[in-house]
């Protein structure tokens, strides 16, 4: 038994002898050192044996030697159970056809679920999304990055305040948060207004509280500018009534003048690179370590230039596959340097001061003077200081502690 | 040479006790009832047929007879025979 089952795998013949004492030929088998099993005697002429496939060779060359005639009856085994599945043409497709399909499927987005938004918006970062080209059903080959997926959602639906794009297998997951008005705190805490900057004050508007300053005031970083004690009264006074009167929320805008002093510092002659717009596509296999070229093979040859790379990873089933498609652009770059005079420096090392401190100063702040203090060239380089004076709001909240 | 070898050979059975079929080419015939037999070092084989087994062996034959003879296995020097033996004879040439 144990002979048979170690010989179903390499696979045996069953094979009958015919001629004179066929048993001889089994003898002589033997003496070549061919294992032969369950022989029997059919007949005076005729017997028959099994024999392992790997010893076929060798009986053909005892058979040679003698006049007996073989033939095959039974072929069992693996190899031969192999060759008859091999043989079947539509199962062959068939295994293959559902390996593609398994491939194929393993690649398709399946699901894509947004959560954290109402119906409204789901609709539309959903729309949106298509127009990406992921939906449904869409191959993920062609679909970019969560992150440029991202980027590109926070950049098309205004709306959005954040939104976390995240792939899992085959489904992606959005979570979003959407930008939401929000309502001023229904009760403001009762607070001073306090200067934020040093300055000088040129305007007050004071809806609540009590003003303490007085235009051409000058003001330093801390002081108190409108009170939320709502009258400013002696010592005592005010202590007898501090339970009653309760302090208010100051409300209002101070205006001042701000000083604000900068230095810069332009070089004369500016190097940089620039897409002159010609570019070339490189497709590569990447497997394991190295990458295999596909397609464009040829190095272009730039002096300068810029990659980029993007990579698109295949998966079967639930499982990354060891591979995945690389494509990169190569884009040509130029090197240019600027020659800049000094005046030209000088008015560059301006616009960019302005636009420093506008960044700096909030939003509706008035830059009413510019001043170019001093001026100075060496290394190749422009110094300037510069000097602004802004109109703008230093009034800053500051909550009253009520001391309980 | 051989014959130095023999000498050496029967000298060995004798002192060290040696099992004689491995130093003097004689069969060893192992039968379990009557179902079984396994011959080994014989010389080759003879005759077979479902009813008989010739074997030559050291100085002349082995016949078994029987019924429903089949070789279970079969290789150079070893025979496995299955069947319902019902005598085995030794017979000198």
Redesign the interface.
């Known amino acids: 038994m144990y002979?048979q089952r170690k010989n179903w795998l390499s696979g045996h013949i069953t094979i009958a002898v015919r001629g004179q004492?066929p048993?001889?030929f089994?003898?002589l088998?033997?003496?070549y050192?061919i294992?032969?099993?369950?022989?029997?005697?059919k007949s005076?002429t005729e017997?028959t044996?099994k024999i392992k496939l790997s010893d076929l060779s060798k009986l053909r060359v005892v058979k040679r030697k003698t006049i007996y005639k073989i033939y095959f009856q039974r072929r069992e085994g693996f190899p031969f159970l192999l060759r008859e599945l091999l043989l079947q043409k539509p199962l062959i497709i068939g295994f293959l056809l559902s390996i593609v399909m398994i491939f194929v499927l393993s690649n398709i987005v399946w699901r894509i679920d947004v959560s954290g938004l109402d119906e409204e918006m789901k609709r539309k970062v959903t729309v949106q999304l298509e127009e990406y080209g992921l939906e449904e059903g869409a191959f993920q080959w062609n679909v970019d990055s969560p992150a440029t997926i991202q980027k590109n959602l926070l950049a098309d639906v205004p709306e959005l305040l954040w939104i976390g794009v995240k792939k899992n297998g085959s489904a992606f997951h959005l979570e979003g948060v959407e930008k939401t008005i929000v309502e001023k705190a229904e009760e403001e805490k009762p607070g001073h207004l306090i200067a934020k900057k040093e300055g000088v004050i040129t305007d007050l508007f004071v809806e609540k509280g009590q003003p303490l300053v007085k235009p051409n005031d000058v003001v330093y970083e801390g002081d108190v500018l409108v009170s939320g004690y709502l009258e400013q009264m002696d010592e005592e006074e005010e202590e007898e009534e501090q339970d009653s009167k309760k302090p208010v929320a100051a409300v209002g805008e101070v205006i001042a003048k701000v000083w604000y002093k900068s230095e810069l510092v332009v070089p004369l002659t500016n190097e940089y690179q620039v897409l002159n717009g010609v570019s070339e596509q490189k497709h590569y296999l990447n497997a394991g370590a190295f990458l295999l070229p596909i397609w464009n093979f040829k190095n272009p040859d730039y002096q300068h230039y810029q990659l980029d790379v993007e990579e698109t990873e295949f998966y079967f089933l639930k499982w990354k596959l060891p591979f995945s498609y690389v494509r990169q652009t190569i884009y040509e770059a130029e090197r240019k340097i600027e020659e800049r005079t000094e005046e030209e420096a000088k008015n560059m090392a301006i616009e960019h001061g302005k636009r420093q401190l506008m960044r700096e100063i909030e939003h509706d702040a008035e830059i009413i003077e510019e001043k170019v203090l001093h001026e100075r060239e060496d290394n190749g380089k422009v110094k300037l200081t510069l000097y602004y004076t802004v109109l703008e709001n230093i009034a800053k909240k500051q909550p009253i502690s009520q001391g309980d | 040479m051989k014959k130095l070898k023999e000498k050496i050979l029967s000298a060995m059975t004798r002192t060290f006790d040696l099992p004689s079929e491995v130093t003097m080419q004689l069969p060893r015939i192992t039968t379990i009832g009557s179902i079984h037999a396994y011959i080994e070092n014989h010389q080759?084989?003879?005759?077979?047929?479902?009813n008989e087994l010739l074997l030559k062996v050291h100085q002349g034959h082995v016949r078994i007879k029987g019924e429903d003879?089949?070789?279970?296995?079969?290789?150079?020097k070893d025979i496995l025979l299955e069947g319902s033996i019902t005598a085995i004879t030794y017979e000198k040439s």
Request: hydrophobic share 45%; glycine share 6%; charged share 30%.
């Open positions: 002979v004492s048993e001889r089994f003898d088998c033997a003496r050192d294992s032969v099993w369950d022989m029997k005697k005076e017997a044996g | 080759g084989l003879v005759v077979f047929s479902s003879f089949v070789l279970k296995t079969m290789i150079e």
